[in-house]
């Protein structure tokens, strides 16, 4: 209930700019058909009623409704059967009728489409037969010149602000749309990509590689014995420690690097043109760098990487072989005492760097 709630006051603010412009434009498009004919006074009356107090009528009436988004389409119907009734008050004068009636149409399309439109239709012949009723059956063929000037701000202005609404309501969804994918590809709690969208990152860089047999490395980072953290010192710290290592990979690696979030408390980083040996060292100064961090949650806590690298290897038909012999890389650092880098290379798990003798 409340997002169609939020959504229909969302319409009204909008309609509120658009419904006052448009009436206050229609009123001299009308008055200056209805005026020559010698209307009573209380059409007269209705006519400015509806020109310049019904805008905000609406707008307050919508405010107040239990269903505001229902209510902004009443509004248009009301709008529209407005429209019908002062065609046949202005006795189907031809260029006031055209401008009144093609302008409301327009807008009913860009609110609700086709069937929008056919509903404003149906309201604008309501509006059309009550006025016959009322009005002697009429028409007057010829638009003075006064009358083509007082429709020409409807016909310039009119359409030239619902096309700035349309606009900025264009952008403001591209720019939810930039979000919404932006959040879909990023880790909540690192800010680093997700597990989905560092793979895609890793397929584009795989055949990158292929197409302009470039090198590169890619390497997976697991934190040493990160279950006995979230024991002994609670999940909160267990968070810390993931923003933290987050925070060392944002700062130390290159604007070309990827990282992601693989998973849990895996990471994961594309090294694009970069030789095996330069990785390491790279690697290892973030090892080194990240081991010697302190916690003021916690001064006790002591946290070390265990680090596997591998090499791109052309002979390899797609990209989840090179991330397997990064998983093997990492699995050795892991089986002989963390806090290591150790390599994959030319089919081989090479131990080259160590962070503990």
Not at 232 to 253: C, E, F, M, W
Request: some cysteine.
């Amino acid at each position: 209930m409340q997002p169609v709630a939020g959504k229909g006051l969302s319409m009204a603010r909008r309609l509120y700019t658009s419904r006052s412009l448009g009436l206050v434009l229609g009123l001299l498009c009308v008055g200056a058909a209805l005026l020559p004919l010698k209307p009573p006074v209380w059409l007269v009356a209705l006519m400015l009623f509806n020109g310049l107090v019904w805008p905000h009528l609406a707008y307050q009436w919508t405010r107040r409704s239990a269903q505001p988004y229902r209510a902004e389409y009443r509004n248009l119907l009301i709008d529209s059967f407005m429209g019908g009734f002062w065609v046949a008050a202005m006795q189907f004068n031809p260029l006031p009728s055209v401008a009144t009636l093609s302008m409301m149409a327009m807008n009913n399309v860009a609110i609700g489409g086709v069937r929008f439109l056919l509903a404003g239709l149906m309201a604008q012949s309501l509006g059309l037969g009550l006025g016959l009723l009322l009005f002697f059956p009429a028409f007057i063929p010829p638009t003075s010149p006064l009358q083509l000037y007082a429709c020409l701000p409807l016909l310039t202005f009119y359409p030239l602000a619902l096309g700035w609404i349309c606009f900025r309501q264009t952008h403001a969804l591209g720019k939810s749309k930039r979000e919404l994918l932006a959040l879909s590809r990023t880790d909540s709690l690192t800010g680093l990509l997700n597990h989905g969208a560092w793979k895609d990152a890793l397929e584009i860089e795989f055949q990158r590689c292929q197409r302009q047999q470039a090198g590169g490395a890619i390497a997976l980072i697991d934190i040493d014995h990160f279950k006995s953290i979230n024991d002994t010192y609670g999940h909160v710290a267990g968070d810390i420690v993931l923003r933290q290592l987050s925070k060392i990979l944002k700062q130390n690696l290159r604007a070309t690097d990827v990282a992601g979030r693989y998973g849990g408390d895996e990471f994961c980083v594309i090294l694009p043109d970069v030789p095996l040996a330069h990785a390491v060292q790279a690697m290892d100064a973030l090892r080194d760098r990240f081991s010697g961090l302190g916690y003021e949650q916690s001064p006790a806590l002591q946290v070390s990487l265990s680090i596997g690298l591998a090499a791109f290897n052309p002979m390899h038909s797609d990209a989840t072989q090179w991330l397997s012999d990064a998983d093997l890389a990492l699995y050795a650092a892991k089986t002989t005492g963390r806090n290591r880098v150790i390599c994959h290379a030319d089919g081989l798990v090479q131990r080259v760097a160590v962070g503990v003798p």
